[in-house]
């Protein structure tokens, strides 16, 4: 379901979601990510089901209907997020991309604030954000990982984490949320927090 116009849309924002049965989740994230509209930011989003079994693939078709902005790639083989993300990301065609979870929340300020501080400060590649887990069953909350909370709190302290290839980085690979500025969050040179 990709058309040429998507492809070559003038997004501020791409949000590349993998997508394994998350029917209760993909209405409220896609209306958060074509909400940054109304922050000025037009997004972009490609949600790529890696083989659902629920009603994911039909709510993605009724989406992508709906919001000619929406790239939905349906797939038959459950093959892990990863390869998810990696078949979404050629598609991305704003000037920042996000990979981000079908079943996470997304703060729209923080995101609106953290490009408008990139467009800033050209040098900057890739931004990370401080998050936390919300466990439904329990109805808690689990802060960062202790790589993540490290790697973050070397960047606020304003030490630079120079990256270059990936085999050569020092520090842990943050799992949380990035946005990157046009280059794969594993192959940029300067991260900011």
Not at 90 to 96: D, F, M, Q
Request: net charge negative; charged share 25%.
């Amino acid at each position: 379901m990709v058309n040429d116009a998507q492809q070559a849309g003038d997004f501020d924002l791409s949000v590349i979601v993998p997508v394994h049965n998350a029917e209760r989740h993909l209405e409220k994230l896609a209306g958060t990510v074509f909400g940054l509209g109304r922050k000025g930011l037009r997004c972009q989003m490609i949600c790529v089901d890696d083989a659902s079994s629920d009603a994911s693939p039909a709510i993605l078709r009724d989406l992508a209907a709906t919001h000619p902005d929406l790239i939905a790639i349906l797939g038959d083989d459950n093959r892990g997020a990863g390869i998810a993300r990696n078949e979404g990301w050629p598609l991305a065609s704003g000037r920042y991309a996000l990979f981000f979870d079908a079943d996470d929340i997304l703060h729209g300020e923080v995101l609106a604030d953290a490009i408008r501080d990139m467009d800033a400060a050209p040098d900057i590649d890739l931004a990370m954000f401080a998050y936390r887990y919300e466990r439904e069953e329990t109805a808690s909350f689990t802060d960062m990982n202790y790589d993540d909370r490290k790697t973050l709190d070397l960047l606020l302290k304003g030490q630079a984490v120079e990256t270059g290839r990936i085999e050569d980085i020092d520090l842990p690979l943050f799992s949380g949320p990035l946005v990157s500025r046009g280059c794969s969050p594993f192959v940029c040179h300067h991260l900011a927090a």
